[in-house]
């Protein structure tokens, strides 16, 4: 097994790697030269020598995520790997679902700048494939967004701090200060609140760095704003509320954080195949450029929080309305509703659209009421808005666990997933004037019965799954961030 430096030098071939080579030009797979800090040496590596420079670098992070659990997504599937062994067990002769996910979305990285077009999109499913045109307005993004070598060092750091949240020694090593703030502990949370109080070495290292606070920056942001569930409305306009407030004149912070969840999205298929950046195809990366503009416009003050998250779902709505389903309104509390379940379960053909919409209008009227009313909260000063933590997830096991069933049993699957969903959202709904809150409630506790074979027989052994204490709402002590 490889020996992985844990000292303070550890990064030092990293560092070395990232140097601009000013002399020499070197021409990119496809032809044209690399640029700026696509001189660097690091962007020409091999992608095995790249593995071998993150174990180096990043040892005592990448040890901490062998303790992080999978994700709901996760599977037992057979990874594959172009190059033998997946990186985890290139490293430490294990397979470990999150090293994976991190060190491919690293690589992706080095497959952007280097202008790799074939590596980025190599195993993407030919009719989602991610668009030459869109690699390369993304390649643009990133080159204009790294200055230096020591930005692209940062970005690093970002994306291997990213999930250290979810190790759980982590928040056991918080769990004094994370009484300080109103908002529950998300694994977010937990790597900003570590990092501003010192429990993280290699934040605590860039401290000397020009990018340590753009760092910071990104992690308090990403403590209240998760990208991701604006990008799926898995979480409520109240999530966006403090966007200006945070992130007003921080221009390179934001896009440091926006790269940031890039790489995390690109990698996070890494634990089934380490080839390529297999989640970041055509309709997931104009979603989330997307929500990027919404982002941007609630700090330019454009737009507010409600309208910047519109932007969102009338995208979604577009989508659709090209795809040949009919036309929905954001206005429309009931087609709102829809749009939030749309895009929350990541649909984007007609098809699947249509079995969206027909589970939610087979809903008894109770239900029916209860996903409408709490989709309807925004979390400002209308009373409590709930995020359903890994709702997106359940839909994608959902769907996969029927995808040999018939129309009938998809559609009876997931009008089961719904009414679960209704009992997360029971007893929710606006109080204007009322204080906004955001409270997250994980429903991951779903995944095991959503992946039965028993869910696929009979979709209605959903309802006899009790929903534990911890993902039931109850009112925060303190409001604030």
Not at 164 to 169: A, E, I, R
Not at 196 to 207: C, R
Request: glycine share 6%; proline share 6%.
């Amino acid at each position: 097994m490889f020996d992985l430096p844990h000292g303070l030098d550890r990064t030092k071939a990293l560092r070395e790697s990232l140097r601009l080579d000013t002399k020499n030009v070197v021409a990119q797979p496809h032809g044209s030269p690399l640029r700026g800090v696509g001189r660097a040496e690091f962007f020409t590596l091999n992608d095995l020598d790249a593995v071998w420079l993150f174990g180096a670098a990043f040892a005592p992070e990448l040890s901490s995520l062998q303790n992080a659990a999978p994700t709901v997504e996760s599977s037992p599937i057979k990874t594959i790997d172009e190059f033998g062994p997946f990186p985890s067990q290139r490293l430490y002769d294990e397979d470990y679902a999150e090293v994976n996910r991190t060190i491919v979305g690293m690589l992706a990285l080095k497959w952007l700048i280097s202008g790799d077009y074939e590596a980025f999109t190599g195993q993407q499913a030919p009719s989602a494939q991610l668009h030459r045109a869109s690699f390369d307005r993304l390649r643009k993004l990133f080159m204009e967004g790294l200055d230096t070598e020591d930005d692209v060092y940062a970005l690093l750091v970002a994306t291997v701090v990213n999930d250290l949240g979810k190790d759980p020694q982590l928040p056991v090593k918080v769990a004094d200060f994370l009484q300080d703030y109103a908002s529950q502990p998300n694994h977010d949370l937990v790597v900003y609140v570590a990092a501003k109080h010192g429990i993280l070495p290699l934040i605590n290292e860039a401290k000397d760095t020009p990018s340590y606070e753009k760092l910071m920056q990104g992690l308090l942001f990403g403590s209240e704003v998760n990208i991701a569930q604006l990008a799926q409305a898995e979480s409520p306009p109240g999530t966006l509320k403090h966007v200006k407030q945070i992130m007003a004149g921080q221009d390179h912070a934001f896009t440091l954080k926006f790269m940031e969840l890039i790489l995390d999205v690109a990698g996070a298929d890494g634990h089934h195949d380490a080839r390529c950046a297999k989640p970041m195809i055509e309709p997931v990366f104009q979603g989330y450029m997307v929500a990027r503009q919404a982002l941007m416009d609630i700090v330019q003050d454009k737009s507010s929080a409600r309208e910047g998250y519109d932007q969102v779902l009338a995208h979604r709505a577009n989508l659709l309305k090209d795809e040949g389903f009919h036309a929905l309104s954001v206005q429309d509390p009931c087609e709102r509703a829809l749009l939030r379940l749309l895009t929350m379960s990541r649909t984007t053909g007609k098809e699947q659209a249509y079995w969206i919409r027909q589970a939610f209008l087979n809903l008894g009227s109770s239900e029916f009421l209860a996903i409408t009313n709490g989709l309807k909260v925004d979390g400002i000063d209308d009373g409590v808005a709930i995020t359903p933590y890994y709702m997106p997830a359940l839909f994608s096991e959902t769907l996969k666990t029927t995808r040999s069933c018939p129309t009938e049993t998809k559609i009876a699957a997931l009008t089961s997933l719904m009414r679960f969903l209704s009992r997360i959202f029971a007893g929710m709904r606006p109080i204007p004037g009322a204080p906004g809150v955001v409270v997250e409630c994980s429903v991951a506790f779903a995944q095991d019965m959503v992946k039965s074979e028993a869910f696929r027989d009979n979709p209605d052994i959903l309802d006899t799954l009790e929903i534990p204490e911890a993902s039931r709402y109850s009112p925060p002590e303190k409001v604030g961030f």
